[in-house]
Nanobody, 132 residues
Framework: HVQLVESGGGSVQAGGSLRLSCAAS????????LGWFRQAPGKEREGVAA?????????YYSDSVKGRFTVSQWNANHTAHLEMNSLETEDTAMYYC?????????????????????????WGQGTQVTVS
C-alpha cells in the first residue's frame, strides 16, 4: 500500500523560492503521471503541474504557474519535486501531490482536457505554503 508524503512547505517572502517534495513509501514505477494541486482557503482545488512518467517527461502547467514552477519525475529514491520560483502572494495554499495509477492523466499531458482531481488515484496529506 503506497502512501505519498509532501514536505518542504513554509513561509517565504514574495519573490522567493521553495522546493516541495513528494515521497512515496513504495514502488512508483507503475504510475502514469504525478501531479501537484493546491487549495487556498475558500477556493476550489486547483491543478498546477503534472508530469508523465517514463521517458516522455511531458509536462502540464496551469497558466498561473507557467514559467515559475518546475515539476520533476520520481527519482531513484521514489521522491518527486515541485520547484517554485518567483513566488507570489496568490501562491499561498495547501499543496498536494497526487499519482495516477490508472492512465487517466495522459489526455491532460497531451493537451486535451483539464487537470481535475478525478485523474489521480492517490493523494498526500498536503504541505502549507505561505507567501507574504
Amino acid at each position: 500500500h503506497v502512501q505519498l508524503v509532501e514536505s518542504g512547505g513554509g513561509s517565504v517572502q514574495a519573490g522567493g523560492s521553495l522546493r516541495l517534495s513528494c515521497a512515496a513509501s513504495g514502488y512508483t514505477g507503475s504510475t502514469y503521471c504525478l501531479g501537484w494541486f493546491r487549495q487556498a482557503p475558500g477556493k476550489e482545488r486547483e491543478g498546477v503541474a503534472a508530469i508523465a512518467s517514463g521517458g516522455s517527461r511531458s509536462t502540464y502547467y496551469s497558466d498561473s504557474v507557467k514559467g515559475r514552477f518546475t515539476v520533476s519525475q520520481w527519482n531513484a529514491n521514489h521522491t518527486a519535486h515541485l520547484e517554485m520560483n518567483s513566488l507570489e502572494t496568490e501562491d499561498t495554499a495547501m499543496y498536494y501531490c497526487a499519482a495516477d495509477w490508472s492512465n487517466r492523466c495522459m489526455s491532460l499531458i497531451q493537451g486535451r482536457g483539464s487537470m481535475t482531481a478525478s485523474l489521480f488515484d492517490l493523494w498526500g496529506q498536503g504541505t502549507q505554503v505561505t507567501v507574504s
